[in-house]
């Protein structure tokens, strides 16, 4: 809740309001360093003095929005702990932020679809049972980014791109088979809107990368439980291209120096080889040595912890299978 006081001139609300900014600066860059505990106190300042200004100008009751938002973000990466916390703030900032006239400006609509979203994905990890009420929250999101009309297209898209994927990745969490064709609907979504930028943006390729690592999990989960069919070689296509794609993307950029993907990389590396070695092995050392090649990418990438280790874990995993063909054949 607010306390507005009514006896601030202009002058005084222009100050109160400058020093408040400069105390989130403050406040960001602690967090932005990993000091969270340290921003916490300058959050909190700003927050007080942004209490006292006149939140019926939508200008106001979105800077102090802000203040609830760089305090809930705070929150949420100081760990379980802190997300019930985290969450009341969230629910303070939305209150400011839904009356907002969308329309008027075009930061209204970008703070609340990310307030919305962040909110969200603090709920599904306190409450494994809430859902259903995160996918709802995702859900009003989009359709606030979908008539912010007035935001740039490509940064709309990525917007919307990591929310359908954040979308993806809850309703993958419940493991069904209903969930999981509404995750790869979503996450299909968000793979169409990046797909025509990532090679150009970084963020627009780890929206990308992110959203091809959800439909790899269903993938791998529809392939665990279909028996040998024309339609099983139809998810292995698709669970392969997507591999493929996936870390012919990381190749691309690792060569321009950029090495932020190595973890997404590592999982697509291993499950990219699990689908081969189990139905199309005679791909496999193609496969892999189209990964471990370091004129397709960097030395440094072939050589990093993330890789390695997920190639040592593929070496045990072809043993396990070359072991497995011989005693079926000595049989």
């Not at 100050?15 to 505990?37: E, P, R, T, Y």
């Not at 493991?175 to 793979?191: K, Q």
């Not at 045990?316 to 000595?330: E, N």
Request: proline fraction near 3%; charged fraction near 25%.
């Amino acid at each position: 809740m607010t306390s507005t006081d009514r006896s601030l001139d202009p002058r005084q609300i222009e100050a109160s309001d400058a020093l408040a900014s400069f105390l989130m600066k403050k406040g960001i860059h602690l967090a932005q360093s990993g000091n969270d505990v340290e921003a916490l106190p300058y959050f909190d300042r700003a927050l007080e003095l942004r209490r006292r200004l006149p939140t019926d100008l939508p200008i106001h009751a979105y800077g102090l929005a802000a203040c609830w938002l760089n305090r809930a973000e705070a929150l949420t990466r100081l760990g379980p702990d802190h997300h019930a916390l985290a969450l009341c703030a969230y629910d303070e900032a939305l209150a400011l932020l839904r009356p907002l006239p969308l329309g008027a400006d075009v930061r209204f609509s970008k703070r609340l679809a990310i307030a919305l979203q962040n909110r969200a994905l603090v709920l599904a990890a306190q409450n494994p049972l809430a859902t259903a009420d995160a996918i709802a929250i995702l859900v009003e999101a989009i359709v606030v980014l979908d008539h912010a009309e007035s935001m740039d297209v490509v940064e709309r898209d990525y917007l919307l791109a990591v929310v359908w994927t954040n979308l993806a990745n809850t309703h993958a969490s419940d493991a069904t088979i209903v969930s999981d064709l509404a995750a790869w609907e979503a996450a299909r979504r968000a793979l169409a809107l990046v797909k025509t930028h990532e090679h150009e943006d970084a963020a627009a390729a780890e929206a990308g990368l992110k959203a091809r690592h959800v439909l790899c999990q269903i993938a791998g989960r529809r392939l665990s439980v279909q028996a040998e069919s024309k339609a099983v070689m139809a998810d292995v296509h698709d669970a392969t291209d997507l591999a493929d794609e996936g870390l012919d993307l990381v190749r691309e950029w690792e060569r321009r120096g950029v090495d932020r993907f190595r973890d997404l990389a590592s999982d697509l590396f291993r499950f990219g080889a699990r689908v081969y070695a189990y139905y199309q092995p005679h791909f496999l050392h193609e496969y892999l040595s189209e990964q471990l090649d370091p004129l397709q990418s960097a030395h440094s990438y072939v050589q990093s912890r993330e890789i390695q280790d997920a190639g040592r874990e593929i070496v045990l995993l072809l043993q396990k299978c070359h072991h497995a063909t011989s005693d079926a054949t000595m049989r």
